[in-house]
């Protein structure tokens, strides 16, 4: 196995176990040995290649942008239908802890949860680290929740208590959150906007007061949290009494998929470089596991940041990194 040189955080997998499931459930046909398919029911949802099932060339790709290591979390329409649907998280965590348990050490694992009440979502959350997952994803939203909802103070318990790692990513592509809708606005506009309601909400809804132990990384860089944070601040001030916030934002972990150096910068500003995390968002975006290492290498020459952020969010060691 490779020394922990470089670890993707933000990376999709979507196994060919996955058992049928009834009606609209999101289900992967593989066409043939270079593509397939993500089903809504009938409805093509998207078209994927096997770097999204198939682990050795996962592997194999991520050997040629040199990346030591990878953790892989659900595609994010399979953990929106997860949240309603107990069965179907149980199976998608089998799956991803089976793709762990082939690579050799080189992938880790984050699952999905049922939100159909507080009990079942702590439930599998400890069923997934009894997998071997290292924590689990979830949506900047839970339905028709925010993060800072009270409903969901058990689900927060229950990570800062076990030290389960949280990746926070947009839901519904981005759909329904800036007032124009398709694209470029979906993926554009509407992923990041939502992102950044998501960490405002652990910011300055009280969540990360309340629960000193959380781990909690973004996807997309934060969306547009990281840019909005000095006016969010300055807004939250005017309603009462300024709380610790700049202390809760350094808490978090972003990842490095935004597309621009000059962001990376503002990320390592925002947040510090020791809460960077490698993203690529792999296989979805073409070529992006290598890109994302060349950013991060061009725009802190010298520095290592590839992996240490990673492992601290993961809650391992560099010894332990090495190890599983």
Request: charged residues 20%.
């Amino acid at each position: 196995m490779p020394a922990t040189t470089a670890v993707d955080v933000h990376a999709h997998h979507f196994g060919t176990d996955l058992p049928a499931f009834p009606g609209n459930a999101p289900r992967l046909v593989v066409d043939g040995p270079d593509g397939g398919r993500i089903l809504r029911g009938e409805r093509t949802f998207r078209k994927v290649t096997p770097v999204l099932w198939d682990v050795p060339r996962r592997l194999a790709a991520m050997d040629e942008a040199g990346i030591s290591h990878q953790v892989i979390s659900p595609v994010p329409v399979t953990m929106e239908y997860a949240a309603g649907d107990p069965a179907y998280a149980r199976a998608m965590n089998d799956s991803l802890a089976a793709a762990c348990a082939s690579a050799e050490g080189r992938l880790w694992g984050l699952g999905c949860l049922p939100f159909t009440g507080s009990a079942a979502a702590v439930a599998e959350l400890g069923r997934c680290l009894r997998l071997g997952l290292r924590g689990v994803e979830i949506g900047t939203r839970i339905g028709e929740l925010d993060l800072d909802a009270p409903e969901l103070d058990e689900f927060w318990a229950a990570c800062d208590a076990s030290g389960a790692a949280v990746f926070v990513h947009p839901v519904g592509g981005g759909a329904d959150v800036v007032r124009r809708a398709g694209q470029p606005y979906d993926l554009g506009l509407g992923m990041l906007t939502d992102t950044a309601i998501a960490a405002s909400s652990l910011v300055f809804g009280g969540v990360l007061g309340k629960f000193a132990n959380l781990r909690v990384g973004l996807a997309h860089g934060g969306g547009a949290f990281p840019w909005a944070y000095p006016r969010l601040r300055v807004a939250a001030a005017l309603g009462g009494a300024p709380a610790d916030w700049d202390a809760h934002v350094r808490r978090l972990y972003a990842d490095t998929l935004v597309f621009d150096d000059e962001h990376l910068r503002l990320l390592a500003h925002r947040f510090g470089r020791d809460r960077l995390l490698l993203g690529s968002d792999a296989p979805f975006f073409p070529d992006q596991m290598a890109k994302s290492v060349a950013a991060v290498r061009r725009t802190f020459p010298g520095q290592d940041l590839l992996a240490p952020g990673a492992l601290g969010f993961l809650g391992l060691t560099v010894n332990e990194g090495a190890h599983r």
